[in-house]
């Protein structure tokens, strides 16, 4: 059973850095595509950046060219390496995987972290 574990969040001011991690406990991590959500307080999930299970990336278009995912398959871990935060970046970020025909929507996913909350100060 895949299990999902998130850390790395936390308080930063704008045009800092945060990384965030998701280890995944159980499951064979390698079938699974893999991917970045996050929920600011009355808003709907939103997708942030997805990798699949073949290595390709994919990025949120508010997030691109800031934001970088990887995966380290040796490791079961998943990375997100956010660069220049900005406030509108606030938000609990979720890792998620599943291992249907590749697809970002949220109702793809059958696994989901318990989340880390980002906040970023101006």
């Known amino acids: 059973q895949v299990q999902l574990v998130e850390s790395g969040g936390g308080l930063a001011q704008a045009g800092a850095s945060l990384r965030l991690t998701c280890t995944n406990t159980?499951?064979?991590?390698?079938?699974?595509?893999m991917a970045w959500f996050r929920q600011a307080p009355e808003k709907e999930r939103q997708f942030v950046s997805g990798i699949s299970k073949s290595g390709d990336s994919y990025y949120g278009d508010s997030v691109k060219g800031r934001f970088t995912m990887s995966r380290d398959n040796s490791k079961r871990t998943l990375y997100l390496q956010m660069n220049s935060l900005k406030p509108e970046d606030t938000a609990v970020y979720y890792c998620?995987?599943?291992?249907?025909?590749?697809?970002?929507?949220?109702?793809?996913?059958?696994?989901w972290g318990q989340g880390t909350q980002v906040t970023v100060s101006s």
């Open positions: 998620a995987a599943h291992r249907r025909t590749l697809n970002w929507s949220v109702n793809s996913f059958d696994f």
């Open positions: 159980g499951g064979y991590y390698e079938s699974y595509h």
